[in-house]
């Protein structure tokens, strides 16, 4: 019979091309990645003898019959193999965590090597071929044990991939299912053309439909640094941390500062240029087999063993390197970089490391360690006491739990108490109490500051209207607004709903926020205080004097309080060119037409100063605290004269 081997010839080819990718792709130690390189082994390999034994049996004259026998058993073992590998790749992508893996392994493994048995005891009894000088090459009567163990194996892939069908990733089952049924549909038909050997174009449809959507290098690999991607550096720790807990190993994060301004200036094309640049200088001074591109403008440098000079080394030839400029075509530009560093204990686990490494670099950039940020185990404590902040803000954020205090504002021109700061408080969380200036700098770096903030001023609406019930006079009381909330897009719908929900009057709500809030959203603030003042809410600057605003901007807005620091008052108890300067401030914004509140004000001497500074309003201990609603409602009975006498 004459053969036709282009098809195996061309499979040859694709198996080699798909080879030679597949070694850029994962270098993962995983068991996945581990079967899928042996499953190329095995491919190309039983493909490769198919065809040298198809020649060699076609010129059984010529070739020594020992040699083509050598041969065609190499090829009629791999075959059935074949069906075994893609067998021990569906199983190790089902039951990558199970450790049920070896042992179905351990029973996968037993039919191949029945079938082994078979093609070796070959030579004694020609069950399966025979090949001699006067008829060639003959099949023998067990040729079909060859399909059948392909066949089962594929079969076996199928049901498998079924019983899992709940564990399993969508998009994971349609391969998983898919390819053995290829390969299947393609074994039918070589045994319906036996002169055309399909047998190797199977196994290289199955292995292409792998390769693109589970071994793909693009799934592990960054496509402009072509250096293994963040989800490549979880993926290796997570194994690292699995089989080894003890091992000291040392993760490094370079972070790139301010690099977005590169791209503003020179376009994306050209910063993408300078981040492969970096890219590849670490590569040469770190360890070159494990960088990794943790985020757009920051790179993790892996060291598998706890080795500290080498570590010291690569951190000065980094920091050496970006003391210099970089140029790519006409733009120069010097990088400046910070870098946070972590050692692994057997402690930690993977979400831990990824956690610390993350703080170290927030850590770096906040300027508070210098350019360079150890996660040592003090900073490790401080991260795992801000985790357990964070969901216990989450918590009360869900529940709506969080307790209001409330801190009366004392009118100098009525004496009386017609105004009041809300104040958000966890006096009672399972780590014990929790202060404002350690909660509030996590809720907004979190985000969770937003919501946060929804709730407190829904939360002072109904403390309003309760008192407004009781006929307690009350003009306003303040809610707090951090930078963030003015960068939501929906902010002056979410603030007149929430109100108008509450049926509290516009005008008892008054806004506050911060100089650095001005100074960081000037123009949203402006916006977002006119568009408040037509519905009737007032608006108020607090913090003033904390430096980060000037006296124009102030102006500019039209706010109906402006709040003076603490610090201004302290000051100008010490100082006075300060107390001048601050009593001509108070002056130039009560001309202006706003109300000046002066907060911090804690002894006589200090109240003397502030009244003396000719301020409207002042907030502090010496009057009173912040306090619980009840509190702060039983104070409000006894302070207003008016409710006392109608009450006697």
């Not at 055309?196 to 592990?220: D, F, P, R």
């Amino acid at each position: 019979m004459e053969w036709n081997i282009a098809a195996e010839a061309i499979s040859l080819v694709m198996i080699g091309i798909i080879g030679v990718y597949a070694r850029k792709g994962s270098h993962l130690p995983t068991l996945k990645n581990r079967i899928f390189q042996w499953c190329l082994t095995v491919t190309f390999s039983a493909i490769f003898t198919n065809i040298l034994s198809t020649i060699m049996i076609q010129q059984y004259r010529v070739v020594p019959i020992w040699l083509t026998w050598i041969v065609t058993m190499v090829y009629f073992v791999l075959t059935p193999l074949m069906g075994m590998a893609y067998f021990l790749y569906t199983v190790s992508v089902i039951y990558t965590e199970s450790p049920q893996v070896k042992r179905i392994m351990a029973v996968g493994i037993i039919p191949g090597a029945f079938y082994a048995v078979i093609v070796l005891s070959n030579p004694f009894n020609r069950l399966l071929f025979d090949i001699n000088r006067s008829d060639g090459y003959t099949r023998g009567p067990l040729i079909p044990v060859t399909y059948l163990i392909f066949y089962a194996y594929c079969l076996a892939s199928i049901a498998l991939t079924l019983v899992n069908y709940k564990r399993i990733d969508r998009k994971i089952y349609r391969i998983l299912a898919a390819f053995p049924i290829l390969a299947v549909a393609v074994i039918i038909i070589q045994e319906m053309y036996p002169e055309v050997i399909l047998s190797g174009s199977a196994a290289t449809c199955a292995l292409l439909i792998i390769y693109l959507h589970l071994q793909n290098k693009q799934i592990s690999v960054d496509y402009l640094t072509n250096v293994p991607n963040r989800q490549e550096l979880l993926n290796m720790l997570k194994i690292m941390i699995k089989k080894e807990p003890g091992r000291r190993f040392t993760l490094l994060v370079v972070s790139l500062r301010d690099f977005r301004q590169v791209n503003n200036t020179c376009g994306q094309q050209k910063g993408d240029e300078f981040l492969k640049m970096v890219c590849r200088f670490l590569c040469e001074a770190g360890p070159a087999e494990n960088v990794y591109r943790f985020n757009g403008d920051e790179f993790a440098l892996l060291f598998p063993e706890a080795e500290d000079d080498k570590i010291r080394r690569c951190v000065e030839t980094i920091q050496k390197r970006m003391e210099q400029p970089w140029q790519s075509g006409n733009y120069r530009f010097r990088l400046s970089v910070v870098m946070g560093a972590i050692r692994h204990n057997e402690e930690e686990t993977l979400e831990d490391t990824v956690s610390a490494i993350e703080y170290a670099i927030f850590q770096a950039k906040s300027g508070k360690c210098g350019s360079i940020c150890y996660c040592d185990r003090a900073m490790m404590k401080k991260l795992e006491r801000r985790t357990q902040i964070v969901r216990i803000l989450k918590e009360q954020l869900e529940q709506q739990s969080f307790e209001m205090y409330y801190q009366p504002i004392y009118s100098v021109e009525k004496g009386c108490f017609d105004h009041a700061e809300s104040l958000m408080r966890i006096p009672h969380s399972p780590i014990g109490p929790i202060y404002p200036d350690e909660f509030i700098p996590i809720a907004e770096e979190t985000g969770l500051i937003v919501d946060i903030t929804y709730v407190v001023l829904d939360k002072v609406c109904r403390f309003l209207n309760r008192l407004l019930e009781k006929e307690i006079p009350i003009e306003s009381i303040h809610v707090n607004f951090s930078a963030m909330q003015f960068s939501q897009p929906d902010l002056e719908q979410r603030v007149l709903e929430i109100i108008s929900r509450n049926h509290t009057p516009m005008s008892a709500i008054k806004i506050e926020f911060t100089e650095s809030t001005l100074a960081e959203s000037t123009q949203a603030v402006t916006e977002f205080t006119l568009r408040m003042l037509e519905h009737g809410i007032k608006m108020g600057l607090d913090d003033f004097g904390t430096g980060y605003s000037n006296i124009a901007t102030v102006i500019n807005i039209p706010f109906g309080t402006v709040k003076l620091d603490k610090s201004l008052v302290w000051v100008s108890m010490e100082n006075e060119k300060s107390a001048l300067a601050v009593k001509n401030l108070s002056r130039t914004f009560k001309e202006l037409g706003m109300k000046v509140v002066a907060e911090g004000v804690e002894t006589e001497e200090q109240r003397k100063l502030v009244v003396d500074f000719g301020v409207d309003q002042i907030q502090g201990y010496f009057y009173a605290k912040p306090m619980p609603e009840e509190e702060m409602e039983e104070f409000m009975l006894q302070k207003d004269e008016r409710y006392a006498l109608k009450r006697a």
